[in-house]
């Protein structure tokens, strides 16, 4: 009897795929709190002729202190602050270290809680979306599945930071191996009120965020690009782009000993 073609494994599941990666803390919360690292944010605001209106930058170095992140800003507008401003910076610094070495457990514990209510609303997205696998990708030389994620009709949230998931569709890049989060396209498809209203963010505003491969590791941002048009307090009409870039990742161990990273 012929042999007939070797069977070919079927397609993995779009949506078991995304339900693996929210079950596992996919943006390795825990083993960030080891790096340092810097973050240049820019905002840049357009005129209606489309044209620069305003541009500027700040850049922050992350710090973990106490089990939790830090920002000390280290530059304006690519310069570096003045005396004044960095002797600010360091009683800052050194003010809010002294209160996180004297925190007490139930303080410890309240900031753990409150990061789990943050996340809360991340266990949703796989109700609030249906899922397509539409092809494979690499990111920092990782296989990936590319997953187009569209609001499901007729989802209701049941966390308030969840009802905006059905005016957002999106392309989501998660690594095979770990299921990490490693790429995402986000559109927005209907207004998004922020502030009680006061901000609504309008149709065709995107993100753009990615990550990458750190000490053969971890995954950590690389970049975020968000551009939006936006109208405050339903007068004022904003279009702008926030563009963030991370870099210089620096691990500390146990010895204190800073390992560059890639």
Do not use: C
Not at 167 to 184: C, D, L, N, S
Not at 193 to 221: C, K, Y
């Amino acid at each position: 009897m012929a042999l007939g073609a070797p069977a070919q494994e079927p397609a993995p599941d779009a949506l078991d795929i995304v339900r693996r990666s929210v079950e596992r803390d996919w943006t390795d919360y825990e083993s960030r709190k080891n790096y340092t690292y810097q973050e240049r944010s820019e905002f840049r605001q357009y005129a209606r002729n489309g044209k620069i209106a305003s541009d500027r930058s700040e850049t922050n170095e992350i710090l973990i202190l106490g089990g939790h992140p830090y920002e000390r800003l280290t530059a304006r507008n690519d310069k570096p602050l003045s005396a004044r401003e960095e002797r600010r910076e360091q009683a800052k610094l050194d003010s809010e270290l002294a209160k996180r070495q004297h925190e007490s457990p139930a303080e410890q514990a309240r900031y753990q809680e409150e990061r789990a209510e943050e996340r809360a609303f991340i266990r949703e997205i796989p109700d609030a979306f249906t899922f397509r696998l539409v092809g494979n990708d690499a990111v920092s030389n990782h296989p990936a599945w590319m997953i187009e994620a569209r609001p499901k009709p007729g989802y209701r949230a049941v966390h308030s930071q969840a009802k905006n998931f059905a005016k957002v569709r999106a392309t989501i890049w998660i690594e095979q191996e770990t299921y990490h989060w490693v790429k995402v396209d986000a559109d927005v498809l209907n207004t998004i009120s922020v502030g009680f209203g006061l901000l609504r963010i309008a149709p065709g505003s995107s993100m753009h965020f990615e990550q990458t491969r750190v000490n053969d590791e971890i995954w950590l941002p690389s970049s975020m690009l968000v551009r939006f048009q936006a109208r405050l307090a339903l007068l004022k009409v904003l279009r702008g782009e926030y563009d963030i870039r991370y870099s210089g990742y620096r691990k500390f161990q146990s010895d204190s000993k800073i390992v560059e990273g890639q």
